[in-house]
């Protein structure tokens, strides 16, 4: 019991640990179950035992038995059916050639080439060889997104390296499921027409069992057949039956099964799916946490010494001076980026969670079928997953400053909230040369924002979504504008330190509105308006004015007019091609050369 309690106390902190210092989460993980297990037992433990044992002797321990597999193979199957629901085909098409090719033909020449590399430099037969490199595939957003948080990019290779992450993790572990069923069917020792049939048989049933169920469950839950509350469970319950469902007709199907099943759900018209994935995603974190202390902790030193040699070093050089770029190179060649972009894109490859995950359960199987070199699949992943998280979680800012993609100045904004008034001051904010992004759960204002081509999302602030759906690294100003005052405070709390480095600005809140007193120093604009005067003033007089000061008593005098006013809303001033916010500026030196900038009414001076 003790032992299972840290498991889930360990695992729940190295998840904040990763959060609080801004790493992956996977890093923490396997260090904590890498202590716990082998490591302790090494050189801590008087008896020689693990901390925390998942098999003894195979008969004791946390799982004993078959446990420990089950328990994984389990944990797996929700962790893909996940990923699953994350590959969505508008999404691949929205994307742009560059990351279709990178999935397609940079997936490809890694899956190749680290195979042809790893049978020569490990002498491993071409099936273990070729499972290992469809197991390293994967990058996953779990591992890219911590890194590239903290460096500000330009977009196009931000979204370069966000989407190939989203979208590689399904399709990797996609072509890890059907090597290595490709190798259960054949029993290591060559393909037969037996194990051929047997192989056809694991892809007829995995895809017609994910495909047919995924319909089934759409059809329950868009005829409200079940009650909301048990929609979640269901869904779980639904993808153990299928993966255990699918195993029973076709042995080692059921990985491929709800692979399937999620890709399905992702693109059907479910009402729930927001919901469905948020729920999964939640789950998911749980299980990762579990797991893979679980299973770094399972290893022993002998598995840790296979990698523990000059061979495992040149491998994992020529995955990151060789493969990668070459990879990458050849999916960009004729693309719009630049060089050093392309050099930085090739340099940011850690490989992630369902790497690692799948690479435990493949390895475990094929040990047990006497597949000979299936040993090295675990400790070799695992080498590559921990060398690239820790070389690019250490590295990524240098190399990003060193090949000149860094970005010195963050001078893109941020708006929560698309209302009238957003809309209106977005666009003129897009003329002075500035990239501006709305977010709003209001779909009718974001297709508003839209329609005049404002890039905008709609999103929930308070969901976990907001970095995996857009690419703000180049963000340095955080405006909140909702006709709320409590979710303006929040954004404001919440983003300030991520996206707000240049400013952070709310609305005025309506009781410092009456009071005309700030509670803090971040108001927008002036605290004489909230979200009611705003948009009031955007729907009569949608247009942005400026006018001249020749002195700061003209600019007092300028600024009192418009203030005013009802219908005119001071909101900045103009510096040369520099705006500032107004209730900022009002603290500084002004010029002659200075404009007034305010929203609505038009005001002859």
Do not use: C
């Amino acid at each position: 019991m003790i032992e299972l309690a840290g498991i889930i106390i360990l695992g729940i902190l190295a998840q904040w640990f990763a959060w609080k210092f801004k790493i992956p989460a996977i890093l923490p993980l396997i260090l904590i179950g890498l202590l716990v297990g082998p490591i302790a037992a090494e050189y801590f433990s008087s008896d020689g035992n693990k901390w925390i044992e998942p098999i003894w002797n195979g008969t004791k321990g946390l799982f004993p038995g078959e446990g420990l597999f089950y328990f994984v193979s389990l944990a797996i199957s929700i962790i893909l059916f996940e990923g699953g629901l994350t590959l969505r085909k508008s999404e691949i098409a929205n994307v742009g050639p560059v990351i279709t090719k990178l999935i397609t033909l940079g997936a490809t020449v890694t899956f190749i080439v680290s195979g042809i590399v790893a049978h020569y430099i490990f002498n491993l037969g071409w099936e273990i060889a070729l499972l290992f490199s469809a197991l390293i595939i994967v990058t996953g957003p779990t591992v890219i997104s911590p890194i590239l948080r903290n460096i500000p990019l330009t977009k196009d290779v931000a979204a370069v390296l966000k989407w190939e992450g989203i979208l590689i993790d399904p399709i990797g572990a996609l072509a890890a499921v059907l090597v290595f069923e490709f190798i259960s069917v054949g029993g290591g020792s060559g393909f037969t027409k037996t194990a051929l049939l047997e192989f056809a048989k694991i892809l007829l049933f995995g895809s017609t069992f994910g495909f047919t169920f995924a319909h089934a469950l759409i059809f329950v839950i868009n005829k409200k057949l079940v009650p909301h509350y048990l929609l979640n469970v269901i869904s779980l319950s639904l993808v153990l039956f299928v993966f255990v469902l699918s195993d029973l007709f076709a042995h080692e199907s059921g990985l491929l099964a709800v692979v399937v099943m999620g890709m399905v759900i992702a693109n059907s018209n479910l009402k729930s799916f927001e919901e469905l994935l948020y729920f999964k995603e939640s789950l998911s974190v749980l299980l990762i946490s579990i797991l893979f202390i679980l299973l770094a902790a399972n290893m022993d030193m002998d598995q840790l010494l296979l990698v523990f040699n000059w061979e495992a070093a040149y491998l994992f050089a020529a995955i990151i001076f060789i493969i990668r770029p070459l990879a990458v190179f050849l999916s960009t060649h004729h693309s719009t980026l630049k060089f050093n972009e392309k050099l930085f894109i090739s340099w940011v490859g850690p490989r992630g969670i369902v790497a690692a995950g799948i690479a435990s359960l493949f390895g475990t199987k094929l040990m047990k079928q006497g597949v000979e070199g299936a040993e090295y699949i675990t400790p070799l992943v695992f080498m590559v997953v921990l060398g690239t998280v820790l070389l690019n979680a250490t590295t990524a800012r240098i190399v990003a400053k060193l090949v000149g993609v860094f970005l010195k100045s963050s001078e893109s904004i941020v708006i929560v909230g698309a209302s009238d008034a957003a809309r209106v001051i977005a666009q003129y904010l897009m003329k002075s040369g500035r990239r501006v992004v709305l977010l709003d759960q209001n779909k009718g204002f974001i297709e508003k924002a839209r329609e005049v081509g404002i890039e905008a999302f709609d999103i929930d602030i308070y969901s976990n979504s907001l970095d995996n759906d857009v690419e703000l690294n180049d963000v340095g100003y955080l405006i909140a504008m909702t006709g709320s005052d409590e979710v303006n405070q929040y954004a404001v709390n919440r983003f300030s330190q991520i996206y707000g480095e240049q400013g952070t600005y709310r609305l005025a809140t309506t009781n410092e509105v009456k009071s005309k007193s700030p509670e803090n120093k971040d108001i927008l604009f002036t605290v004489n308006d909230d979200f009611i005067n705003l948009n009031e003033s955007a729907k009569d007089f949608p247009e942005i004015n400026e006018i001249k000061v020749s002195s700061a008593v003209d600019f007092k005098i300028k600024l009192a007019t418009i203030n005013k006013e009802s219908k005119s809303i001071p909101l900045f001033v103009r510096r040369g091609n520099e705006l500032e916010i107004v209730s900022e500026a009002e603290k500084s030196k002004t010029n002659g050369n200075d404009s007034i900038v305010y929203l609505g009414k038009k005001i002859t001076f």
